[in-house]
């Protein structure tokens, strides 16, 4: 019997997976352009990272999860957007990006990705990054021109945000730290975006744990501390927090500062890039 039902649980999960497939590939046909990232519910980073919905060259393409792509698929005919997130030097997302790049896009651009190798700090870029059309980066001082992941677009980071606490915390849920310290506490899987920023910038100083509550809070003006960072992706900052431990995070506060031009150095690189992808994607 334990045969019998190991058997039948494959067979389940092989159909399970050629549906995948299939629903995948009618998706695909069916889009005009494609932008692959990571589409995580549980953490509103991954979800805000996409450039669509953003600017009207991206309004026919449709956001795709990244790991939904486990095979080539025939996307000779269509523009492919990668991005945001930090998608490169990172194994959970090689093999994802391997088979978009043997799917033979039309046009491949990336547009605010960044590299993201755990327990490191030097950041490191893949050689596929040569295959692309277009390339924007998130990161500064990277090897291609700097393009900030296109949350900053959006119309929250224009209201005013009175600041009620000195100090916040906003963790990454995976990376938690300083809980229970009496300080005011949210997490990256919280899915309302604007309570988000509305918490980030009710604090006068943002100490966090996630990449995307670094670069919102600096959005907002105000100072950042990161803690305990995990990732090269905290080293590339164009604007950047300082970077403290758990021993250390109080000392680190006085030095923090804000970048008061943050949010508009922002949207002129991706408006700047914008227009670069529209003019590709009107002549390809």
Request: glycine share 6%.
């Amino acid at each position: 019997m334990g045969v019998l039902r190991n058997l039948l649980a494959k067979a389940r999960k092989a159909q399970a997976r050629r549906a995948a497939v299939r629903s995948l590939r009618n998706e695909v046909q069916a889009a005009t352009g494609i932008n692959f990232h990571r589409r995580n519910k549980d953490n509103i980073g991954d979800m805000k990272s996409s450039p669509v919905g953003q600017f009207s060259c991206l309004e026919q393409f449709t956001p795709i999860e990244i790991f939904r792509c486990r095979a080539p698929l025939d996307l000779s005919r269509k523009p492919v957007v990668i991005g945001g997130g930090g998608l490169f030097s990172n194994e959970f997302f090689a093999d994802h990006l391997a088979f978009i790049l043997a799917s033979a896009p039309r046009q491949l651009i990336c547009w605010g990705a960044g590299q993201n190798t755990h327990d490191a700090t030097t950041p490191s870029y893949p050689a596929i990054l040569r295959d692309f059309d277009l390339v924007g980066i998130r990161d500064h001082g990277a090897p291609y021109d700097w393009v900030p992941c296109a949350s900053c677009m959006d119309p929250v980071f224009d209201r005013a945000y009175p600041i009620s606490h000195e100090v916040v915390l906003y963790n990454h849920m995976d990376f938690p730290g300083l809980r229970h310290q009496g300080l005011p506490e949210l997490a990256n899987a919280e899915s309302d975006f604007q309570r988000v920023i509305a918490f980030l910038g009710s604090g006068a100083s943002v100490i966090t744990t996630s990449y995307h509550g670094a670069y919102w809070a600096t959005l907002l003006g105000r100072r950042v501390v990161v803690l305990n960072p995990f990732s090269s992706k905290f080293f590339t900052f164009r604007h950047p927090p300082v970077l403290a431990g758990d021993s250390d995070w109080q000392a680190a506060l006085a030095r923090a500062q804000p970048y008061a031009d943050a949010l508009e150095e922002c949207r002129h690189a991706n408006l700047q890039f914008a227009a670069r992808v529209a003019s590709r994607l009107e002549h390809a």
